[in-house]
C-alpha cells in the first residue's frame, strides 16, 4: 500500500463545500503518479522513451462527503500487474477521522507509440514500467499488520506503529467486551486470544503483534 495525502482546497468544492464527484478521479490520479515515482518511474523519462499509459477502465463508489479543508489520504494498491497491464485500487480516508469516504480502481494498459519502440536507458537501466513494478510488487507485501489486545491501551501500540510507517495498513481489534483479561481464567484467555487470532487472519493480516501483557504471559508456544 502506498499513501498520498492531500488537502482539499475550496475551488475543488460546490456551494455547500462539499468536493464535486468528479475530483476524486483526480485525486487517484495525482496517487497514481506518486506511487509510481516512488516505484523508480519517472513519467517524463518514460514518455520520452516512448512508453504511454492509457486509462481503459474507471471505476468509483462514492460513500461519504469530502468537505473542504478536509486532508485526506489516498491509499493506493497495484492490484495486479502483468507485461501490458496495471490494475490499481484505492480508498480515499478522512484523515481526522479515519472513515472511509470513497473507493475506486484504475486499469491501464503500457506500451510503446507506434512508431518510437521501446530502447533501454543509457545507464543500461531496465526501464519497462510493468518489469519494474513487478519486483516493486514482489518486494512488498501490501496486506496490513494485526494488532490484538484486550482493551483499547493497545491503541497506543497502533500510533506508533502509522507514525513509524504511515504506508502500513492496521487491522486493531481490542476485546473491550470481555475486558479485563486479568481476572480471567487461563482457559477463557487463551480461548479468546486464538478467536482473535481468528478474526486477524480472515483480514489477511501478514503479521500479528500482540499489545496485551496478559495474553502474551498466557497463551501457549503454539499461539506464535
Same mark, same amino acid.
Not at 31 to 52: F, K, Q, S, T
Not at 162 to 174: A, C, D, R, S
Given at each position: #500500500?502506498? *499513501?498520498?495525502?492531500?488537502?482539499?482546497?475550496?475551488?475543488? *468544492?460546490?456551494?455547500?463545500?462539499? =468536493?464535486?464527484?468528479?475530483?476524486?478521479?483526480? %485525486?487517484?490520479?495525482?496517487?497514481? =503518479?506518486? %506511487?509510481? $515515482?516512488?516505484?523508480?518511474?519517472? &513519467?517524463? +523519462?518514460?514518455? +520520452?522513451?516512448?512508453?504511454?499509459?492509457?486509462? =481503459? +477502465?474507471?471505476?468509483?463508489?462514492?460513500?461519504?462527503?469530502?468537505?473542504?479543508?478536509?486532508?485526506?489520504?489516498?491509499? *493506493? %494498491?497495484?492490484?495486479?500487474?502483468?507485461?501490458?497491464?496495471?490494475?490499481?485500487?484505492?480508498?480515499?480516508?478522512?484523515?481526522? *477521522?479515519?472513515?472511509?469516504?470513497?473507493?475506486?480502481?484504475?486499469?491501464?494498459?503500457?506500451?510503446?507509440? +507506434?512508431?518510437?519502440?521501446?530502447? @533501454?536507458?543509457?545507464?543500461?537501466?531496465?526501464?519497462?514500467?510493468?518489469?519494474? &513494478?513487478?519486483?516493486?510488487?514482489?518486494?512488498?507485501?501490501?496486506?496490513?499488520?494485526?494488532?490484538?489486545?484486550?482493551?483499547?491501551?493497545?491503541?497506543?501500540?497502533?500510533?506508533?506503529?502509522?507514525?513509524?510507517?504511515?504506508?502500513?495498513?492496521?487491522?486493531?481489534?481490542?476485546?473491550?467486551?470481555?475486558?479485563?483479561?486479568?481476572?480471567?481464567? $487461563?482457559?477463557?484467555?487463551?480461548?479468546?486470544?486464538?478467536?482473535?487470532?481468528d478474526f486477524?487472519?480472515?483480514?489477511? =493480516?501478514? #503479521?500479528?503483534?500482540? @499489545?496485551?501483557?496478559?495474553?502474551?504471559?498466557?497463551v501457549p508456544?503454539?499461539?506464535?
Open positions: #500500500m502506498f *499513501t498520498y495525502k492531500r488537502r482539499v482546497t475550496f475551488y475543488e *468544492t460546490d456551494g455547500m463545500k462539499v =468536493v464535486h464527484h468528479a475530483n476524486y478521479l483526480k %485525486y487517484f490520479e495525482e496517487a497514481r =503518479v506518486e %506511487y509510481l $515515482r516512488a516505484g523508480g518511474l519517472d &513519467l517524463n +523519462e518514460l514518455m +520520452e522513451e516512448g512508453i504511454v499509459f492509457p486509462i =481503459v +477502465e474507471v471505476s468509483v463508489k462514492y460513500l461519504k462527503s469530502a468537505c473542504y479543508d478536509d486532508t485526506l489520504l489516498i491509499r *493506493t %494498491y497495484l492490484r495486479c500487474v502483468d507485461r501490458v497491464r496495471l490494475d490499481f485500487d484505492y480508498e480515499v480516508v478522512r484523515e481526522s *477521522t479515519g472513515e472511509l469516504l470513497t473507493t475506486g480502481a484504475y486499469g491501464q494498459y503500457v506500451h510503446p507509440y +507506434e512508431d518510437r519502440p521501446y530502447r @533501454a536507458s543509457s545507464e543500461g537501466k531496465d526501464r519497462r514500467p510493468c518489469e519494474a &513494478l513487478r519486483r516493486r510488487q514482489d518486494i512488498m507485501d501490501n496486506r496490513p499488520i494485526g494488532i490484538m489486545d484486550s482493551g483499547i491501551g493497545g491503541l497506543t501500540v497502533a500510533r506508533v506503529l502509522h507514525e513509524t510507517y504511515p504506508e502500513e495498513g492496521i487491522v486493531f481489534l481490542g476485546d473491550t467486551k470481555r475486558n479485563p483479561y486479568g481476572e480471567r481464567s $487461563r482457559d477463557d484467555i487463551v480461548r479468546f486470544s486464538f478467536a482473535i487470532k486477524l487472519k480472515e483480514h489477511q =493480516v501478514k #503479521m500479528i503483534l500482540i @499489545a496485551c501483557n496478559t495474553i502474551s504471559f498466557n508456544p503454539a499461539f506464535f
